[in-house]
């Protein structure tokens, strides 16, 4: 397993743009396919985004999509969240995951380690 620790939250403005990284521990990172997902105040935590092993496939919530965009460093270990054009109800814990399924992955019961998650706070 690989242990994940997200970073890069803050309070921005509507409009605005925040940048997630979720560094991740140990050599077997690349072998990984990797999830982003959010909960906001009282409602279930929600798929965002997921880029394969290879970052060769994503896939998007349709509500991010346009606005946010994964990416992945295996050399560095690290998968990056570029958010833009952020709107108040994309305020929420985003939460880095990553599974052994090769593919892109929506449901969050696929996905074996998960980070502590980082606040985003977005104002109007």
């Known amino acids: 397993q690989v242990q994940l620790v997200e970073s890069g939250g803050g309070l921005v403005q509507a409009g605005g743009s925040l940048r997630l990284s979720c560094a991740a521990s140990g050599r077997t990172f690349s072998t990984y396919t990797m999830g982003w997902f959010r909960q906001a105040p009282g409602k279930e935590r929600e798929f965002v985004v997921t880029i394969s092993w290879s970052g060769g496939s994503t896939y998007y919530a349709d509500s991010v999509k346009g606005r946010f965009t994964i990416s992945r460093d295996n050399a560095k270990n690290t998968v990056y969240l570029q958010m833009n054009s952020l709107k108040p109800e994309d305020t929420a814990v985003y939460y880095c995951?990553?599974?052994?399924?090769?593919?892109?992955?929506?449901?969050?019961?696929?996905?074996?380690?998960w980070g502590q998650g980082t606040q985003v706070t977005v104002s109007s």
């Open positions: 995951a990553a599974t052994k399924f090769s593919v892109a992955v929506i449901h969050e019961g696929a996905y074996d380690c």
